[in-house]
């Protein structure tokens, strides 16, 4: 079992270009979570899936943030443009069962200059 | 809405000495608690996980106890070594679906040589 597997690791773009974020869950989890962590508040839940549908997107900060499950082994979180205060350490998480908990990956930190 | 706080925000010990961390959530309709450690500029690494249901968690020195009605858990750590040294954090997924995780901002742990 390679774990939740996210690409790039990091990235660095200039405002206002597009950024692109993939999350490959672990094979047999039906639930995907994208979290943002920063120092100032902490890990923040953007976006979460179960069975490849998106449950609640009310933690996306702005309609320049969206995101995908087009099948089970694959998501995408993307910003469009991309701003300075974007900057952060971006997370996928996934999970069977809740019993189970979360397995994470090792994030993807994008720096927005 | 749930809110979970760690406290102490950062702490700092010898190496030997046993510590507990604190952890404290709002709503105590939690389906499960899990704690994790976060080494600087990596991932989150699953610690121990614990159903509602149950009372404590241990995995070698460490020791995860929760008081599901009064909102508390702790995570005690024997024999600390600097190789604990790490940001350490709780976090709580509450009784209604397949919710995501809530976080604490975690504490920060220094164990000196």
């Known amino acids: 079992d390679a774990g939740v597997i996210q690409s790039p690791r990091h990235e660095v773009t200039e405002m206002g270009q597009e950024v692109t974020l993939r999350c490959k869950p672990i094979s047999g989890h039906n639930s995907l979570f994208w979290y943002r962590q920063t120092m100032m508040r902490g890990l923040e839940l953007l976006i979460y899936f179960n069975n490849n549908v998106p449950i609640d997107d009310s933690g996306m900060p702005e309609d320049r943030f969206s995101a995908k499950m087009p099948n089970a082994s694959f998501s995408t979180l993307k910003i469009q443009p991309s701003e300075p205060r974007d900057s952060a350490v971006y997370f996928c998480?996934?999970?069977?069962?809740?019993?189970?908990?979360?397995?994470f990956g090792s994030g993807t930190r994008l720096t927005v200059v | 809405k749930q809110e979970v706080t760690q406290i102490p925000a950062a702490l700092s010990v010898p190496e030997g000495e046993n510590l507990v961390l604190n952890c404290s959530f709002t709503d105590s309709a939690i389906y499960n608690l899990q704690w994790f450690r976060q080494d600087p500029g990596k991932g989150l690494t699953s610690l121990l996980l614990?159903?509602?249901?149950?009372r404590e968690q241990t995995s070698g020195r460490l020791n995860a106890s929760l008081d599901k009605s009064s909102g508390r858990s702790t995570l005690y750590i024997a024999a600390s070594q600097p190789g604990d040294s790490a940001t350490y954090l709780c976090a709580v997924s509450t009784n209604s679906g397949n919710t995501p995780l809530v976080f604490g901002k975690g504490t920060r742990l220094s164990v000196i040589a």
């Open positions: 998480a996934s999970s069977f069962q809740r019993n189970y908990g979360y397995t």
């Open positions: 614990i159903q509602s249901s149950q």
